[in-house]
């Protein structure tokens, strides 16, 4: 089994997206079929509108997909509001060779929203609740021979202050010191309290079948060392409990060779945040995993140029299991 993850960057059609969709499908496709996923975990697919209907639809992923192996697979994707489909933008999206067995999207199932007061900016009132920016999204696979498989596919909240009314002057800056410090708090709370309750997920899990095959696979805006990816692994070393050890998680990308372990560049420097994760008994059947970073651009220079890249700044992973063996 091969699994992948790739954060495609605002996957969209004109007029929102600034690039036509086969300007970006022309680097996309190639990467996309050199991943050879028989699972395949996408970030950052947006949805549009499709005349005559009130619900939104992933027609720039089907445009993309056309033609390639993964056109025909099985899919399950992330809702916005009721009723509307899909989110406008940010959709995870989940494919599979394989047929699902079960589908769920987890959003304060197990983390309910914090209670935050404004300190800076116009806005008004008393706590307001703190929600996370997008769900986790749950698979699960029979695959030929029996064994089943659950799949995370994540997306955590970037390292980006988030908005305060009243104190922004543009869209990266802002007129206080103050004010983003506060933005860049609610960030990081939405970004550690999705971890919490993705580690609470995993629990569930193995509560359930301490053996199961299970991988977490996204976009984690976080290096391994950093509190997201603490709290989702649950390292023997953290809780200081030998007993807890087979419960933690596996960070795979670490087997990559350390010059080529980065799936991001900003201003020169090689940061690894994209990650797949696997338990104990999904990690015993590991054999093998990649990045491809070869064409990765840096995307503070993207950003200070003002550029549309038709790649993503996103380098994939694709990991392969032997789960044919006893």
């Not at 589908?103 to 914090?114: C, T, W």
């Not at 029979?142 to 390292?159: C, K, M, Q, T």
């Not at 053996?211 to 990816?229: I, Q, S, W």
């Not at 989702?232 to 030998?242: L, N, Q, R």
Request: glycine share 6%.
């Amino acid at each position: 089994m091969r699994l992948a993850t790739f954060n495609v960057e605002s996957l969209d059609l004109p007029p929102k997206a600034p690039l036509p969709l086969e300007t970006r499908a022309a680097v996309l496709r190639p990467a996309l079929e050199r991943l050879d996923a028989d699972i395949l975990c996408l970030q950052e697919v947006n949805g549009q509108h499709v005349q005559g209907s009130r619900e939104r639809r992933l027609v720039a992923l089907d445009r993309l997909l056309e033609g390639t192996r993964y056109e025909h697979y099985e899919r399950a994707a992330t809702s916005g509001p009721a009723g509307t489909g899909v989110a406008d933008v940010h959709n995870l999206v989940t494919l599979s060779r394989f047929p699902f067995t079960a589908r769920r999207e987890i959003r304060h199932a197990h983390v309910q929203p914090l209670q935050h007061t404004m300190i800076t900016g116009t806005a008004a009132g008393g706590p307001a609740p703190v929600h996370f920016d997008r769900p986790l999204l749950l698979t699960r696979f029979d695959l030929p021979g029996g064994r089943a498989v659950a799949v995370i596919n994540v997306h955590l909240r970037a390292p980006l202050a988030s908005v305060i009314p009243g104190e922004k002057s543009g869209h990266f800056t802002w007129r206080s010191i103050r004010g983003w410090a506060e933005g860049y708090y609610l960030s990081a709370l939405k970004r550690a309290g999705q971890a919490l309750e993705l580690r609470l997920l995993v629990d569930e899990l193995l509560a359930d079948a301490p053996h199961a095959l299970v991988a977490v696979a996204g976009d984690f805006n976080a290096e391994d060392h950093e509190t997201p990816l603490r709290l989702a692994v649950g390292a023997e070393e953290d809780t200081g409990a030998s007993e807890l050890a087979a419960q933690s998680l596996a960070i795979l990308d670490r087997s990559i060779a350390q010059d080529r372990r980065w799936s991001v560049l900003h201003h020169g420097r090689p940061q690894m945040l994209d990650h797949i994760l696997a338990s104990h008994a999904l990690y015993g059947r590991f054999r093998h995993i990649e990045v491809h970073n070869e064409l990765l651009a840096d995307e503070a220079v993207g950003f200070a140029k003002s550029m549309h890249a038709a790649a993503s700044y996103h380098a994939p992973l694709v990991a392969q299991f032997d789960l044919d063996s006893d």
